[in-house]
């Protein structure tokens, strides 16, 4: 395969891996606490594989090359659900929930409600930790009240504190759903709100996401006729020097 094309076709690789990032980020628009992805790509070179296209062979090719992922943690809007159980926080912090094999977890995903046990959970099941363990009620508590410190008050008295989580560096967490991130050494939290009643929104944006998805599409269809023309040149080649050797 000529240079160009090895090229085109790792151009081509890299806008794939790309637009599954970006139609990820569009089915999430509605995920409360879903944060977007983007690529980060650099440049690779490496020895030409063959020199015949430039004047010495010892000439670098240079390939496009996507090597991590960007959260972008920017906090989304802040919608009033009325729902007594859906939390939103303003500030830097997460909600640790409890994963099946007894790990901790983080989001931002506040939508949570009780499950059958009376116990409090996230959208997916995980159980919600506060800073004694997972919490459960019933109906002898009745109204809930979450203060803005995340402590949690019934009638019944106070039921215990909402566990928040900080992280130095946030961009080393890793994903492990599409609101939920694991990490190391958790951090205590500091000018941080809890907002009872109300759930954080998507940061994905409808519009840019969808610009950046026609982008894609329109540089995946260049790359897609510079290959198609490359192979003509060679097709071409070869019949025309086939014809003057005969």
Do not use: W
């Amino acid at each position: 395969m000529e240079n160009a094309q090895l090229v085109a076709l790792s151009r081509q690789t890299v806008l794939r891996n790309q637009l599954d990032v970006v139609a990820n980020n569009m089915a999430n628009i509605n995920t409360s606490g879903y944060k977007s992805q983007r690529l980060l790509f650099e440049e690779y070179l490496m020895p030409v594989a063959e020199a015949t296209e430039f004047p010495t062979p010892d000439e670098d090719l240079s390939y496009v090359h996507d090597y991590a992922s960007y959260t972008n943690f920017t906090a989304g809007a802040i919608k009033l659900s009325g729902n007594e159980f859906d939390l939103a926080i303003e500030g830097d912090a997460f909600f640790a929930v409890q994963l099946p094999d007894g790990t901790e977890a983080y989001t931002r995903n506040g939508a949570f409600h009780l499950d059958n046990q009376g116990m409090l959970v996230t959208s997916e099941g995980q159980p919600v930790l506060t800073n004694g363990g997972p919490i459960f009620f019933n109906t002898e508590d009745g109204r809930v009240d979450i203060a803005r410190d995340g402590t949690i008050s019934t009638e019944l008295g106070a039921r215990g504190q909402i566990r928040l989580a900080r992280f130095e560096n946030p961009q080393a967490l890793v994903q492990a759903g599409d609101t939920l991130f694991t990490g190391e050494e958790p951090l205590p939290v500091a000018n941080v709100r809890v907002v009872q009643g109300a759930v954080e929104q998507s940061n994905a944006e409808g519009v840019v996401e969808m610009t950046r998805m026609i982008e894609i599409q329109r540089a995946y269809t260049t790359i897609s006729k510079l290959i198609k023309d490359t192979d003509d040149l060679r097709k071409q080649a070869i019949s025309t020097l086939g014809r003057l050797e005969a």
